[in-house]
């Protein structure tokens, strides 16, 4: 079965933190890596997708190793309102399209 | 924002009963999907649909159906609802990028079986 393993937290650090996830996932011929949000009680939202070279929005950076199948983001400068689970999202077969399979998430509580 | 709504936001119904849950868009797009979310688990696909009459399995499929008679709507039934079946489900859709699995969610239903 293919799947996506997330340390499920929950990570609590103070503001203006910086603080790294980590995922793996299993499936070596996926090509489309997310990064969601999840607010208590609400719906997934999309905060990033990642990409192989990289890629940066701001205060968060998303990193791609293809060879060990691991993604990462990275928070810098901790808000209060970062405080959420954060979701590891992966293409379930070759190519870019097909379904997705969600990790578990990684609950982040930023404190004052 | 998606265009996506779902109706009942939250319901609670007895052990044998049918639901059905609707997921409504209004852009057009194509691929629709329905999902459960569960504590300790992540969010498990469990129908999904590529056009109007066109649909398919996901990994959790058993215990439910899914319809799509227009483009507009993918409803979810339990024909006879279990406890097991108490869970939030989301409805969600993906955009019309091509080559892109990416997938937008609509704001859940929580649903309880008693």
């Known amino acids: 079965r293919k799947e996506v393993e997330q340390d499920p937290g929950p990570f609590n650090v103070p503001e203006g933190a910086t603080v790294a996830f980590n995922c793996t996932y299993s499936n070596s011929a996926s090509q489309s890596f997310f990064w969601y949000r999840q607010d208590c009680r609400k719906e997934p939202k999309l905060l990033m997708s990642?990409?192989?070279s990289g890629n940066e929005d701001g205060r968060f950076t998303a990193q791609l190793n293809r060879a060990s199948q691991y993604i990462s983001l990275l928070i810098r400068d901790s808000k209060l309102s970062d405080s959420a689970t954060y979701l590891c999202?992966?293409?379930?077969?070759?190519?870019?399209?097909?379904?997705?399979?969600f990790g578990k998430g990684t609950k982040l509580s930023v404190k004052p | 924002d998606a265009g996506i709504t779902q109706s009942p936001r939250h319901k609670v119904t007895e052990t044998g009963t049918p639901v059905t849950l609707r997921c409504h868009q209004t852009e057009n797009h194509r691929y629709m999907y329905w999902y459960r979310q569960d504590p300790g688990h992540g969010l498990r696909l469990i129908h999904y649909?590529?056009?109007?009459?066109?649909?398919d399995k996901g990994e959790v499929s058993d215990g439910y159906s899914v319809s799509r008679s227009k483009t507009e709507d993918f409803l979810l039934t339990l024909e006879s609802a279990t406890s097991s079946q108490t869970s939030v489900y989301f409805c969600?859709?993906?955009?019309?990028?091509?080559?892109?699995?990416?997938?937008?969610f609509g704001p859940g239903t929580r649903l309880t079986v008693l």
């Open positions: 969600a859709i993906t955009p019309g990028l091509q080559g892109s699995s990416l997938q937008f």
């Open positions: 649909s590529y056009g109007v009459k066109d649909t």
């Open positions: 999202v992966v293409n379930d077969y070759g190519g870019s399209q097909g379904n997705l399979i």
């Open positions: 990642v990409y192989s």
